[in-house]
């Protein structure tokens, strides 16, 4: 007995009206819709009424419906890129051209006339600038920070209105002494191009003003970094009548020990720690490199110089011992000092039910990295990855990690990828356990923006992480958008970065450690 099928004007994933198939328009991108997906259509209303004896017909009518869907996923996912990109494109102009009107509204000394009123106090902590000397001398290149900002108070000490300390940066090149660094990296001339002769750079801090606030961020539940705390605050006070600013917790400890440290300043709400850079010239970690990603979390925007001691189990990032925390700080505020730039990145996630960009979620800057995994599904992770609007591929595996150059001794080197040096500006892109063979890591250009989404076919959904907290599921059709942060994090460093790097990955990693080979074995003759 055979059966009959037949095939109404209704959609494919019964809506009712076939009309309802067609994809409404995502941010006004009308022409979204394929010209294979209006095939497909055609194709499945021209199919009424039919009578199906063979069940290939079956299995031939799901594969199309299967087709539609997927192509209507793809439209629509089409159509929030463009729009993403329309609007970031926009802010990018928005941004120059405000850039450009403060430029031209500034003083010759950088300071503006009215500086109570000026747009740029309420525009430095989403754009911070710096300003490169046009004289340059003794084979440095520096920028000057310029940037005189205020805490909206009074000292009650001296009645005079504090400020920001002022620095500048200087790119020292070896062999340079006598010749000025030429600022032009590529050049064009008589059909050839070229590139400057570039050495080693090392960045170095010099203060043009004295560093009058300090933050001082301490590891928890340690002995041993409570009773250092107190005696560098108390020395920092006394002995550099600096202003002192703690974690609510710190202040609390301090004062259940004794009240004479009623100095010491702290904060109430997320508000007012928003306003911190605007306050504080220098800022000390006592603790491992968690307690530096921690202080780095703290500031959204610009990060004030880190000044960081080692009293935790890594220390990749704190190249000062505790011991001789005084000569340290002495050295550092006297300056100049050598500085490591460490970049950030900065991501968001676009929930596939979300129409517009306003609607994504809140962005996360990270030191070191940016992991998408499987979570506890046993199923491998299907991620499809994207640098700007060229393909990368698809990840199939335990998940992915997105890490900076300085995260690139964490998860990444745990994972497989390669160490690289902290001030080399790249995205480090480093499966996790992929079935596969050739799935070899990448380091990617800083100027890029990736983008990783979870596709409609995937059998489960992914959990993203930001270093290592901060966890969020990502269901199918959303996305993970990240690129390079404007703001990067200053770290104080011992001797200099690259010094400070080899020596972290000797002493930390015991990197190429082995027996030197006898020299009483067999020799060419």
């Excluded at 909206?152 to 005079?160: A, D, E, I, L, V």
């Excluded at 800022?283 to 202080?295: E, K, P, Q, S, Y």
């Excluded at 690289?420 to 790249?426: A, E, F, K, R, S």
């Excluded at 079935?435 to 250009?445: A, E």
Aim: charged residues 20%; contains cysteine; negative net charge.
């Amino acid at each position: 007995m055979s059966s009959t099928y037949k095939f109404n004007n209704t959609d494919p994933f019964g809506n009712g009206d076939a009309k309802s198939f067609c994809p409404s328009p995502v941010n006004g991108f009308s022409d979204s819709i394929s010209q294979s997906e209006k095939a497909v259509q055609e194709l499945l209303l021209q199919q009424s009424p039919m009578q199906a004896t063979d069940d290939h017909l079956i299995e031939f009518s799901e594969a199309l419906r299967t087709v539609a869907k997927a192509l209507r996923g793809a439209a629509e996912g089409k159509a929030l890129a463009q729009a993403e990109a329309a609007e970031w494109k926009r802010r990018y102009e928005l941004e120059r051209s405000k850039n450009a009107e403060l430029q031209q509204k500034e003083l010759p000394n950088g300071v503006f006339a009215d500086e109570s009123k000026s747009p740029r106090m309420e525009h430095i902590a989403k754009s911070p600038r710096l300003y490169a000397h046009e004289n340059s001398s003794n084979g440095l290149e520096s920028i000057c920070s310029h940037e005189v900002l205020q805490d909206g108070g009074f000292n009650s000490s001296n009645n005079k209105l504090k400020r920001k300390a002022s620095f500048k940066l200087s790119w020292r090149c070896k062999g340079m002494a006598n010749d000025q660094h030429k600022k032009e990296i590529v050049s064009f001339e008589r059909g050839n191009i070229s590139t400057a002769e570039r050495s080693s750079k090392q960045i170095s801090l010099t203060w043009e003003s004295d560093p009058q606030t300090v933050l001082i961020i301490t590891k928890p539940n340690s002995t041993s970094v409570q009773v250092l705390s107190v005696d560098m605050i108390r020395w920092l006070r006394t002995q550099k009548g600096l202003n002192i600013y703690v974690e609510p917790r710190v202040k609390a400890e301090l004062l259940s020990e004794s009240s004479s440290f009623n100095f010491v300043q702290t904060w109430e709400d997320d508000k007012e720690i928003s306003l911190l850079h605007t306050k504080v010239d220098l800022l000390i970690t006592l603790g491992g490199d968690g307690t530096v990603l921690w202080a780095a979390s703290m500031f959204k925007g610009p990060v004030p110089p880190i000044v960081p001691f080692s009293m935790g189990s890594l220390g990749f990032m704190t190249p000062f011992h505790s011991e001789q925390y005084r000569e340290c700080l002495e050295a550092v505020l006297k300056g100049p000092i050598s500085i490591t730039l460490r970049h950030r990145l900065q991501c968001h996630i676009i929930r596939d039910k979300a129409r517009h960009e306003y609607e994504t979620e809140e962005t996360m800057l990270v030191l070191n990295e940016v992991t998408i995994d499987r979570g506890i599904s046993s199923y491998l992770t299907n991620l499809e990855c994207y640098c700007d609007d060229s393909f990368v591929t698809c990840v199939q595996g335990d998940g992915l990690i997105l890490s900076t150059t300085s995260g690139s001794t964490a998860y990444s080197l745990a994972a497989g990828g390669s160490m690289v040096h902290p001030q080399v500006p790249g995205i480090l892109f480093t499966p996790i356990c992929p079935h596969s063979l050739s799935f070899r890591p990448l380091i990617l250009p800083e100027h890029v923006t990736v983008r990783v989404q979870v596709p409609f076919n995937s059998r489960s959904s992914a959990w993203v992480s930001f270093d290592g907290k901060d966890r969020k599921q990502l269901e199918a059709g959303d996305a993970l958008v990240c690129s390079m942060a404007p703001w990067p994090v200053s770290t104080a460093c011992q001797v200099e970065s690259t010094n400070d790097f080899l020596r972290s990955i000797h002493d930390g990693l015991h990197w190429n450690l082995r027996k030197t080979q006898s020299t009483d074995g067999p020799q060419d003759t």
